[in-house]
């Protein structure tokens, strides 16, 4: 089955409205043409709606960088599938590692997150992936199978039909170092396998498996080229659309 590929871009804690609104004004007219490839991106919760609005009956699709999984109530400073979804936004990114790094998120509140962005009718990106202290000890593939395992526990393949994997190793993102093509080929076809163990070879077959980690125009193509690899999240390239084009531009 022909899984469409997908590019997405993490905006984290960069731009204020206006500037969101601008940028996403420029990435609507720069993705005119582009028709095969689904075009995400998430600004912060403040410019999630405005971003929304501006890029409605567009080819692209807004997300959120985080959600929390309880449905409503007193959490302070938080927000729901639901009001996400409101925006018109289709996506939840889930589990990113600045998350599990500064933030506190484990395997165990992603999943939660993951069943309620589901709930919510929102579709589910989990980011995975190793720090490099892990991979210098060899226990990548251990690393990802918890994170994996634990992020989808209790989900059946129905429940996580839309689900997209983000495979971004830890050490790569934000630091200008890259996987080699390699090192992204044995992981995702690692994953590949893994989610037809969990689950079924259909299911496996049918959900995207991104690479995240220092994507920029001049890898980009390298990188996709990877059998496995259904597209990218991308973290500071795309906060520049004459960047982020050009990566989604591989694609046509
Ligand atoms: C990310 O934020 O998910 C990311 C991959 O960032 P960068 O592309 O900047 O490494």
Redesign the pocket.
């Not at 995240?212 to 994507?215: M, N």
């Given at each position: 089955m022909a899984r469409i590929p997908f590019i997405a871009g993490?905006w984290?804690m960069y731009k204020t409205g206006p500037e969101a609104v601008e940028t996403a004004r420029k990435l609507v007219d720069l993705c005119a043409d582009v028709g095969k490839v689904e075009v995400m991106i998430a600004p912060t919760f403040l410019s999630l709606a405005l971003v929304s609005d501006c890029v409605r009956g567009s080819r692209i699709k807004t997300g959120a960088q985080n959600l929390y999984f309880e449905k409503e109530g007193a959490f302070t400073g938080e927000v729901s599938a639901a009001m996400i979804r409101a925006t018109g936004s289709e996506y939840a990114i889930i589990g990113?590692s600045?998350r599990r790094q500064y933030f506190g998120e484990t395997d165990e509140t992603a999943c939660k997150k993951v069943r309620a962005a589901i709930q919510g009718g929102l579709k589910p990106i989990l980011?995975i992936g190793e720090t490099e202290a892990e991979r210098d000890q060899e226990k990548t593939f251990l690393i990802l199978d918890k994170q994996v395992s634990d992020g989808l526990k209790g989900l059946g393949p129905d429940e996580l039909r839309d689900l997209v994997l983000?495979y971004?190793p830890v050490w790569?993102?934000?630091?200008g170092k890259t996987a080699d093509t390699r090192q992204v080929d044995e992981v995702h076809q690692y994953l590949r396998s893994l989610l037809s163990r969990l689950f079924s070879a259909d299911f496996s077959d049918r959900i995207r498996i991104l690479y995240?980690?220092?994507?920029k125009p001049e890898n980009a193509k390298e990188l996709m080229n990877i059998k496995d690899v259904d597209g990218a999240?991308?973290?500071?390239?795309?906060l520049d659309p004459d960047k982020f084009i050009k990566i989604i531009k591989y694609y046509l």
């Open positions: 993490n984290k990113h600045e980011c983000a971004e790569a993102i934000g630091t995240g980690g220092s994507v999240l991308v973290g500071g390239a795309s």
